[in-house]
């Protein structure tokens, strides 16, 4: 029983991932967007363990979050501190 668990779950996650390479060799998406919550951070905890909160916080206070960088309607104008 945990035999055909295991394979279902490899044959889920394989049909996932076969999914996304997919939508990036399609040209409907980008391997960064595809991918990007399952990179791993210094202190291995993944992108998405990071913003999660964050977003979460975000849709109840009804605020904009602050990742550290002005808004984009601000980048346009102003230059952003150690960016070119």
């Known amino acids: 029983m945990l035999e055909r668990a295991n394979r279902r779950f490899w044959h889920a996650l394989s049909l996932s991932i076969d999914a996304k390479l ?39 206070s009804g605020r904009r979050p602050s990742f550290g960088y002005p808004a984009p309607s601000l980048a346009l104008t102003t230059a952003m501190p150690g960016l070119p």
């Not at 391997?31 to 998405?48: C, D, K, M, Q, W």
């Open 22 to 60: 997919g939508a990036v060799a399609a040209g409907i998406a980008s391997l960064e967007s595809e991918f990007l919550a399952h990179v791993v951070l210094p202190g291995n905890r993944t992108v998405l363990d990071e913003l999660e909160p964050v977003i979460d916080f975000a849709y109840r």
